[in-house]
Protein backbone atom coordinates (compact mmCIF):
# COMPACT_ATOMS: atom_id res chain seq x y z
CA UNK A 1 0.00 0.00 0.00
CA UNK A 2 0.90 3.29 -0.86
CA UNK A 3 -0.96 5.07 1.87
CA UNK A 4 -1.73 8.17 1.43
CA UNK A 5 0.13 10.37 -1.30
CA UNK A 6 0.21 14.07 -1.96
CA UNK A 7 1.76 16.05 -4.99
CA UNK A 8 3.10 18.66 -4.92
CA UNK A 9 5.30 18.44 -2.27
CA UNK A 10 6.52 22.20 -2.91
CA UNK A 11 4.38 24.79 -4.63
CA UNK A 12 4.69 28.81 -5.48
CA UNK A 13 1.88 31.02 -6.14
CA UNK A 14 1.73 34.10 -7.17
CA UNK A 15 -1.57 36.39 -5.38
CA UNK A 16 -4.65 35.76 -7.59
CA UNK A 17 -3.59 31.71 -8.76
CA UNK A 18 -5.75 29.12 -8.39
CA UNK A 19 -4.40 25.65 -7.83
CA UNK A 20 -5.63 22.15 -6.93
CA UNK A 21 -3.31 20.38 -4.21
CA UNK A 22 -4.18 16.36 -4.99
CA UNK A 23 -4.38 13.91 -2.35
CA UNK A 24 -5.10 9.82 -2.79
CA UNK A 25 -5.51 7.03 -0.33
CA UNK A 26 -5.48 3.36 -1.17
CA UNK A 27 -6.72 1.92 2.34
CA UNK A 28 -10.21 1.86 1.47
CA UNK A 29 -10.78 4.57 3.81
CA UNK A 30 -14.31 6.91 4.04
CA UNK A 31 -13.30 9.52 5.96
CA UNK A 32 -10.56 11.93 4.81
CA UNK A 33 -9.53 15.28 5.41
CA UNK A 34 -7.29 18.64 4.63
CA UNK A 35 -5.23 20.27 7.19
CA UNK A 36 -2.82 23.39 7.32
CA UNK A 37 -0.09 23.77 9.61
CA UNK A 38 1.45 27.05 10.63
CA UNK A 39 4.28 27.78 13.27
CA UNK A 40 2.59 27.77 16.64
CA UNK A 41 -1.27 27.33 15.49
CA UNK A 42 -0.88 23.12 15.58
CA UNK A 43 -3.25 21.56 12.52
CA UNK A 44 -6.26 23.44 11.83
CA UNK A 45 -8.85 21.32 9.67
CA UNK A 46 -9.96 23.50 6.07
CA UNK A 47 -12.39 20.35 5.22
CA UNK A 48 -13.11 16.74 5.55
CA UNK A 49 -15.27 14.30 3.82
CA UNK A 50 -16.96 11.32 5.56
CA UNK A 51 -17.73 9.45 2.44
CA UNK A 52 -17.76 10.13 -1.76
CA UNK A 53 -19.78 12.74 -2.19
CA UNK A 54 -20.37 14.09 1.02
CA UNK A 55 -17.79 16.54 2.31
CA UNK A 56 -17.75 19.54 4.66
CA UNK A 57 -16.27 22.68 6.03
CA UNK A 58 -13.75 22.23 8.94
CA UNK A 59 -12.13 25.35 11.38
CA UNK A 60 -10.73 27.43 8.80
CA UNK A 61 -13.02 26.53 4.89
CA UNK A 62 -12.51 30.05 3.78
CA UNK A 63 -10.69 30.25 0.35
CA UNK A 64 -11.03 26.44 -0.12
CA UNK A 65 -13.42 24.08 -2.13
CA UNK A 66 -13.03 19.88 -2.09
CA UNK A 67 -14.69 17.61 -3.90
CA UNK A 68 -15.25 13.94 -3.00
CA UNK A 69 -15.77 12.02 -6.78
CA UNK A 70 -14.50 8.77 -5.36
CA UNK A 71 -13.61 6.99 -2.04
CA UNK A 72 -9.55 7.30 -3.21
CA UNK A 73 -9.24 10.88 -4.02
CA UNK A 74 -9.90 14.05 -1.93
CA UNK A 75 -8.30 17.27 -3.86
CA UNK A 76 -8.32 20.76 -2.37
CA UNK A 77 -8.38 23.65 -4.30
CA UNK A 78 -7.66 27.44 -3.58
CA UNK A 79 -9.42 29.36 -5.23
CA UNK A 80 -7.28 32.81 -5.36
CA UNK A 81 -4.16 32.17 -3.62
CA UNK A 82 -3.53 34.82 -1.02
CA UNK A 83 -0.29 35.22 1.02
CA UNK A 84 -2.36 34.35 3.84
CA UNK A 85 -2.69 30.84 2.72
CA UNK A 86 1.17 30.47 2.82
CA UNK A 87 1.03 26.84 4.84
CA UNK A 88 2.20 23.62 4.74
CA UNK A 89 -0.82 21.34 3.66
CA UNK A 90 -1.10 18.08 4.91
CA UNK A 91 -4.28 15.03 4.02
CA UNK A 92 -5.28 12.61 5.66
CA UNK A 93 -7.30 9.52 5.98
CA UNK A 94 -9.14 7.18 8.51
CA UNK A 95 -11.07 4.36 8.57
CA UNK A 96 -14.13 5.47 10.92
CA UNK A 97 -17.28 3.04 12.54
CA UNK A 98 -20.46 4.30 14.32
CA UNK A 99 -18.78 7.89 14.30
CA UNK A 100 -15.46 7.36 15.98
CA UNK A 101 -12.50 8.10 13.94
CA UNK A 102 -9.53 5.45 14.21
CA UNK A 103 -6.06 6.97 13.78
CA UNK A 104 -5.39 9.13 10.93
CA UNK A 105 -2.95 8.05 8.16
CA UNK A 106 -1.00 11.45 6.80
CA UNK A 107 0.66 11.98 3.45
CA UNK A 108 3.92 13.86 2.92
CA UNK A 109 2.39 17.02 2.81
CA UNK A 110 2.58 20.49 0.17
CA UNK A 111 4.62 23.00 1.09
CA UNK A 112 2.51 26.50 -0.21
CA UNK A 113 4.10 29.46 -0.59
CA UNK A 114 2.02 32.43 -2.18
CA UNK A 115 3.60 35.38 -2.99
CA UNK B 1 -17.67 23.16 22.19
CA UNK B 2 -15.24 19.93 21.42
CA UNK B 3 -11.41 21.40 22.34
CA UNK B 4 -7.77 19.85 23.44
CA UNK B 5 -5.44 22.30 25.05
CA UNK B 6 -1.69 21.17 25.59
CA UNK B 7 -0.28 23.76 27.56
CA UNK B 8 3.30 23.05 27.23
CA UNK B 9 4.35 24.72 23.94
CA UNK B 10 7.99 23.89 24.01
CA UNK B 11 10.00 21.51 26.41
CA UNK B 12 13.40 21.54 26.71
CA UNK B 13 15.18 18.19 28.00
CA UNK B 14 18.44 16.69 28.57
CA UNK B 15 19.09 12.89 27.29
CA UNK B 16 17.70 10.64 30.04
CA UNK B 17 15.19 13.10 31.76
CA UNK B 18 11.54 12.11 32.55
CA UNK B 19 9.26 13.70 29.91
CA UNK B 20 5.49 14.30 30.52
CA UNK B 21 3.53 16.29 27.78
CA UNK B 22 0.16 17.53 28.99
CA UNK B 23 -2.82 17.37 27.23
CA UNK B 24 -6.27 18.08 28.14
CA UNK B 25 -9.97 17.90 26.52
CA UNK B 26 -13.23 19.48 26.35
CA UNK B 27 -15.98 16.86 25.32
CA UNK B 28 -18.65 15.15 27.36
CA UNK B 29 -19.37 11.58 25.35
CA UNK B 30 -17.46 8.83 24.66
CA UNK B 31 -13.86 9.96 22.95
CA UNK B 32 -11.21 8.33 21.00
CA UNK B 33 -7.52 9.86 21.92
CA UNK B 34 -4.35 10.18 20.25
CA UNK B 35 -0.78 11.41 20.18
CA UNK B 36 1.28 11.71 16.92
CA UNK B 37 4.72 12.62 16.82
CA UNK B 38 6.11 15.06 13.68
CA UNK B 39 9.67 14.52 13.60
CA UNK B 40 11.81 17.56 11.70
CA UNK B 41 10.67 17.63 8.05
CA UNK B 42 8.20 14.61 8.34
CA UNK B 43 4.44 13.93 8.16
CA UNK B 44 2.54 13.02 11.53
CA UNK B 45 2.87 9.87 12.64
CA UNK B 46 0.94 8.08 15.24
CA UNK B 47 2.37 7.40 18.54
CA UNK B 48 -0.06 5.57 20.23
CA UNK B 49 -4.04 5.88 20.96
CA UNK B 50 -6.79 5.08 23.54
CA UNK B 51 -10.21 3.67 22.65
CA UNK B 52 -11.56 2.21 26.05
CA UNK B 53 -10.26 -0.35 28.44
CA UNK B 54 -6.79 0.08 30.17
CA UNK B 55 -6.69 3.53 30.14
CA UNK B 56 -3.13 3.10 30.36
CA UNK B 57 -1.49 2.75 26.65
CA UNK B 58 1.33 2.02 25.35
CA UNK B 59 2.75 3.13 22.14
CA UNK B 60 5.84 2.81 19.98
CA UNK B 61 9.11 4.37 20.78
CA UNK B 62 8.83 3.58 25.14
CA UNK B 63 6.46 6.11 25.21
CA UNK B 64 3.00 5.78 27.39
CA UNK B 65 -0.13 8.04 28.16
CA UNK B 66 -2.73 7.65 30.67
CA UNK B 67 -6.47 8.58 30.48
CA UNK B 68 -7.82 10.23 33.37
CA UNK B 69 -11.41 10.78 32.92
CA UNK B 70 -12.38 12.97 35.38
CA UNK B 71 -9.45 14.74 34.87
CA UNK B 72 -10.58 14.81 31.07
CA UNK B 73 -6.72 14.63 30.63
CA UNK B 74 -4.48 12.12 28.35
CA UNK B 75 -0.62 13.12 29.52
CA UNK B 76 2.07 11.41 27.09
CA UNK B 77 5.10 10.25 29.43
CA UNK B 78 8.54 8.53 28.73
CA UNK B 79 10.68 7.61 31.29
CA UNK B 80 14.05 8.56 29.87
CA UNK B 81 14.32 10.54 26.51
CA UNK B 82 17.01 10.31 24.04
CA UNK B 83 17.64 13.06 21.42
CA UNK B 84 15.98 11.28 18.69
CA UNK B 85 13.16 12.09 19.99
CA UNK B 86 13.29 15.90 19.54
CA UNK B 87 9.76 16.25 17.92
CA UNK B 88 6.85 17.83 17.30
CA UNK B 89 3.43 16.16 19.48
CA UNK B 90 0.27 16.38 18.69
CA UNK B 91 -2.67 15.17 21.08
CA UNK B 92 -5.81 14.73 19.11
CA UNK B 93 -9.42 14.03 20.03
CA UNK B 94 -11.41 11.70 17.26
CA UNK B 95 -13.56 14.09 16.31
CA UNK B 96 -10.54 15.39 14.24
CA UNK B 97 -9.53 17.84 16.97
CA UNK B 98 -5.95 18.97 17.23
CA UNK B 99 -4.60 20.21 20.25
CA UNK B 100 -1.54 23.18 19.03
CA UNK B 101 1.20 21.05 19.99
CA UNK B 102 4.28 20.61 21.81
CA UNK B 103 8.05 21.07 20.37
CA UNK B 104 10.23 18.89 22.22
CA UNK B 105 14.43 19.69 22.55
CA UNK B 106 16.18 17.23 23.52
CA UNK B 107 20.16 18.31 24.97
CA UNK B 108 22.43 15.87 24.08
Known amino acids: NAGVTQTPKFQVLKTGQSMTLQCAQDMNHEYMSWYRQDPGMGLRLIHYSVGAGITDQGEVPNGYNVSRSTTEDFPLRLLSAAPSQTSVYFCASSYSSRGFLYEQYFGPGTRLTVT | ?108
Open chain 2, 1 to 108: AQSVSQHNHHVILSEAASLELGCNYSYGGTVNLFWYVQYPGQHLQLLLKYFSGDPLVKGIKGFEAEFIKSKFSFNLRKPSVQWSDTAEYFCALDKIIFGSGTRLSIRP
